[in-house]
């Protein structure tokens, strides 16, 4: 039997409500709310697979694991937190968890975008300040339709493409951004550089992985390609945005506005000066967290340990 260790669990089970049963079948199972490094080189002891959710597991770290770990489980689609190279050099195999949450995470991208053609936030917003001049006089925010607007996705994996499909079914066109360029059949959709989609789109959500090569892909420089009517949206990974130009472009009205359901790092200051700005709106990383994606999460991490336990390992990232 398998000695499997979770050692960050509540970072997925917050509210307790899922069901590791299925982990539980695999092995000896034995879960831990969080780790300290100093606690995770104890607790990784005579087991043979990790299960981590965002844990930073650097060099220094993987180098002190005992010959009895083979694999580390990411139970997530993003593995930026582990050193592929030193778990490779200790023949440690690394997977990942992709498309579990590609509904919920393109739910939320395509709900920024229907809150920002509705001026929804600065309409509650309005009502909370007891202004109801928007009831009483006219409508004195911008409202109009997703129909005929242009929407760039920077990343066309699982994700991008269902934020692609839900977009098109609301009649937008789309210009899509992908490291390696693809023909799509659709009439409405169009493979574009990076420059094209930032120049030609009334928004831009992203959806690339962080990798050394996409670490601030928008910085400054990129941000000004925009319309200044235009909207960003990032439900990836908060470095991909250099922040501290996101900020400045923002309060110099270079753009309409952005939703960030990632910030970098996370959480994000308190004193951040995104919190006090009525064009943005902010999430604590939320995409992954409807309790149907965690539920989906537990049992493909048990898929993915059952798999390579029978020495057909999948989702290997290294």
């Not at 440690?92 to 968890?97: A, P």
């Not at 917003?125 to 607007?149: G, R, Y």
């Not at 009525?278 to 939320?286: A, E, R, S, Y």
Request: charged content about 20%; overall charge negative; proline content about 5%.
């Amino acid at each position: 039997m398998e000695k499997i260790v979770f050692l960050n669990s509540a970072k997925v089970d917050f509210d307790h409500q899922l069901n590791f049963s299925s982990l539980q079948e695999l092995g000896t199972f034995t879960k831990y709310d969080a780790s300290s490094d100093e606690e995770i080189l104890e607790r990784v002891q005579n087991q043979s697979v990790i299960i981590t959710k965002e844990l930073p597991l650097g060099k220094d770290l993987i180098e002190q694991f005992p010959p009895s770990v083979k694999l580390i489980c990411e139970a997530g689609t993003g593995y930026n937190n582990i050193d592929i190279i030193a778990a490779a050099n200790k023949n440690i195999t690394v997977c990942n968890i992709p498309g579990y949450s590609t509904e919920a995470v393109a739910q939320l991208a395509i709900t920024f975008m229907l809150n920002f053609a509705s001026s929804m936030v600065l309409q509650q917003n309005m009502i909370k300040q007891s202004n109801f001049t928007n009831f009483t006089k006219h409508l004195q925010v911008p409202h109009f339709e997703l129909q005929n607007k242009t929407l760039g996705v920077i990343g066309t994996g699982a994700i991008g493409r269902q934020v692609i499909k839900v977009a098109s079914a609301l009649g937008m066109n789309v210009l899509a951004y992908n490291r390696t360029p693809k023909n799509y059949e659709e009439p409405n959709i169009k493979s574009a550089s990076l420059e094209e989609v930032l120049k030609g789109s009334d928004f831009v959500s992203i959806h690339c992985p962080l990798t050394p090569d996409t670490k601030h892909l928008i910085d400054k420089d990129k941000l000004k390609l925009m319309k200044p009517t235009a909207f960003i949206i990032n439900t990836a990974r908060g470095p991909i945005i250099k922040e501290t130009d996101l900020i400045e472009t923002l309060q110099n009205n270079v753009l309409a506005g952005a939703a960030l359901d990632v910030q970098d790092p996370e959480p994000p200051a308190l004193d951040n000066p995104l919190f006090a700005m009525d064009n943005v709106m902010l999430t604590p990383h939320i995409g992954w967290k409807c309790f149907e994606s965690r539920e989906r999460l537990i049992q493909l991490v048990s898929d993915n340990i059952a798999a390579f336990i029978k020495g057909k390992p999948i989702n290997v990232v290294g």
